[in-house]
T-cell receptor
């Protein structure tokens, strides 16, 4: 595998389910990101993890919970989601968080909440 | 409020015609500026970026962008569009010294007529 991979590519879940999205980067980067892309709003940063710090968008509801066990893997744990959470969730990575390094994006997970 | 604006939601051009996609930002200082492209079912790919120096920036796939400080703009251009350029294009910024957090415009969907 090369670049940034995301699994699953598609996910349908009920509002009472618990599921997790997985992201893996094979680029040796030190920062990873979760973005949300919905039909009605611009791409929105949700969370950032780097060796030095974690940053989160304060508008993200607590039903989204990130986990970054190491610099290559990033998870987004989902529980009791709402239909408006249906979106494309994109993972990205970059060499550093401080600075404006290019971010490399995965193909995304298309999430549908029923 | 700080923002990135892409005034054109949809643009249709004929193959071989020239293209200009508009992007304006509103920040107190000049941010780092990016253009990304997203093909259907794909993640985002960086076309080009501007940090400082020459205000005309060359990117991949024959694209270029010009930074105009007086207009707070960073418009993307291509002299001759190919059918494979049909995609969604996103302008984005990173605020200097604020960490590598992209703020995106709403995107412009480009359609190419044969």
């Amino acid at each position: 595998e090369t670049g940034v991979t995301q699994t699953p590519r598609h996910l349908v879940m009920g509002m009472t389910n618990k599921k997790s999205l997985k992201c893996e980067q094979h680029l040796g980067h030190n920062a990873m990101y979760w973005y949300k892309q919905s039909a009605k709003k611009p791409l929105e940063l949700m969370f950032v993890y780097s060796l030095e710090e974690r940053v989160e968008n304060n508008s993200v509801p607590s039903r989204f919970s990130p986990e970054c066990p190491n610099s290559s893997h990033l998870f987004l744990h989902l529980h009791t989601l709402q239909p408006e959470d249906s979106a494309l969730y994109l993972c990205a990575s970059s060499q550093r968080f401080r600075g404006a390094d290019e971010q490399y994006f995965g193909p995304g997970t298309r999430l549908t909440v029923t | 409020a700080q923002s990135v604006t892409q005034p054109d939601i949809h643009i249709t051009v004929s193959e071989g015609a020239s293209l200009e996609l508009r992007c304006n930002y509103s920040y107190g200082a000049t941010p780092y500026l990016f253009w990304y492209v997203q093909s259907p079912g794909q993640g985002l790919q960086l076309l080009l970026k501007y940090f400082s120096g020459d205000t005309l920036v060359q990117g991949i796939k024959g694209f270029e962008a010009e930074f105009k400080r007086s207009q707070s703009s960073f418009n993307l251009r291509k002299p001759s569009v190919h059918w494979s350029d049909a995609a969604e294009y996103f302008c984005a910024v990173v605020i200097n010294n604020a960490g590598n957090m992209l703020t995106f415009g709403g995107g412009t969907r480009l359609m190419v007529k044969p």
